[in-house]
C-alpha cells in the first residue's frame, strides 16, 4: 500500500490502514519466529532483522496514519507523514519511550529511502545519514527492540480501537 499524498490522504478510508497494519504486522511475527529458529540453530546474524525492524515501523505507521485520517484528515493533508512516524504518532498524542523513540530515529531515513526505491543507500547519501544505519542489513535486532516495537504496535492499536468506540456513542 502506498501512502496517498496531498488531498487523497482524506480519502482513503482508516479501516485499510488499519487492515494493512494488521496484515504487516503478521508478516513480521512471521519473520521473527524465522529469525528465533536461525538463532536456536546457531546464526548470529541475519538480514531478517533490519526487515522485522522495517515491518514494525510500519505497522506502527500504518495504524497511526489510520487514527489521524479518523480523527483528522486535514492535518494529513497539511503536514504529509512521509515516514516521519515519531512527528505523527505525536501528532496522534503517543508518547515514546527512549528505546523505541531511538529505534524509529534509525529506521526513519532508511524507510524513506528503502520503501521508495528498495535499494541500499549510495555512497554519496550516507555523510549525511552517519551514525544511522546505511541499510537495513546493519541493524541489529534484540528481543528487547522487537518488544518495544510490539508495544508501541499495542498502544497505537488500542488509541484507534478508542477513537471507534467514541464514534460509536
Not at 502506498?2 to 496484515?23: C, D, H, Q, R, T
Not at 533490519?50 to 486535514?74: C, D, F, K, Q, T
Not at 549525511?128 to 504496535?153: N, Y
Request: aromatic residues 4%; contains cysteine; negative net charge.
Amino acid at each position: 500500500m502506498e501512502i496517498p499524498a496531498g488531498p487523497e490522504i482524506v480519502k482513503s478510508e482508516p479501516e485499510a490502514w488499519y487492515e494493512a497494519a494488521l496484515e504487516i504486522k503478521a508478516n513480521q511475527g512471521l519473520a521473527w519466529k524465522t529469525l528465533q529458529r536461525a538463532r536456536s540453530q546457531g546464526e548470529t546474524r541475519s538480514r531478517l532483522e533490519g526487515l522485522i525492524l522495517l515491518m514494525g515501523a510500519l505497522a506502527v505507521e500504518y495504524l497511526a496514519i489510520g487514527l489521524m485520517v479518523h480523527r483528522s484528515p486535514a492535518r494529513l493533508v497539511e503536514d504529509p507523514p512521509k515516514h516521519r512516524i515519531r512527528r505523527l504518532l505525536g501528532q496522534c498524542g503517543i508518547g515514546l519511550t527512549t528505546l523505541q523513540e531511538d529505534l524509529l530515529r534509525a529506521v526513519e531515513p532508511v524507510l524513506g529511502w528503502q520503501s521508495r526505491y528498495n535499494l541500499a543507500i549510495p555512497e554519496d547519501l550516507k555523510p549525511a545519514m552517519e551514525g544511522l544505519p546505511a541499510a537495513l542489513v546493519d541493524v541489529e535486532l534484540s528481543e528487547t527492540e522487537k518488544s518495544a516495537l510490539d508495544a508501541l504496535f499495542a498502544r497505537v492499536r488500542e488509541e484507534y480501537s478508542r477513537a471507534l468506540r467514541q464514534e460509536q456513542q
